[in-house]
């Protein structure tokens, strides 16, 4: 059992900025494959940015350019920096872990919101 737990969410002005972190459970997390999602009201959930267990990453066309992904294996987090935040990225924001590194997501955490105001 893995268990997410998310922090750093908050309220920001547009052009701010915010640092998520989530913290994970689990002996082997530098072997799983993590990744943050968000979630904004009336929504389908959607995909924010990715990092595999070997440090490769990838984000969503609408974040690309303004959020960092990054991952900490001695202290068991990853992170999601957030430059130029826009209304738009008003959401809840989840992590979630692949622990088997295949692509699918089987660990979520509870969410952390952000909001931006304008």
């Known amino acids: 059992q893995v268990q997410l737990v998310e922090s750093g969410g908050g309220l920001v002005q547009a052009g701010g900025s915010l640092r998520l972190s989530c913290a994970a459970s689990?002996?082997?997390?530098?072997?799983?494959?993590m990744g943050w999602f968000r979630q904004a009201p009336g929504k389908e959930r959607e995909f924010v940015s990715a990092?595999?267990?070997?440090?490769?990453?990838n984000y969503a066309d609408s974040v690309k350019g303004r959020f960092t992904i990054s991952r900490d294996n001695a202290k068991n987090t990853v992170y999601l920096q957030m430059n130029s935040l826009e209304p738009e990225d008003t959401a809840v924001y989840y992590c979630?872990?692949?622990?088997?590194?295949?692509?699918?997501?089987?660990?979520w955490g509870r969410g952390t919101q952000v909001t931006v105001s304008s």
């Open positions: 979630a872990a692949d622990v088997n590194a295949n692509g699918g997501y089987n660990y």
């Open positions: 689990g002996r082997t997390f530098s072997n799983y494959n």
């Open positions: 990092i595999r267990w070997f440090g490769g990453t």
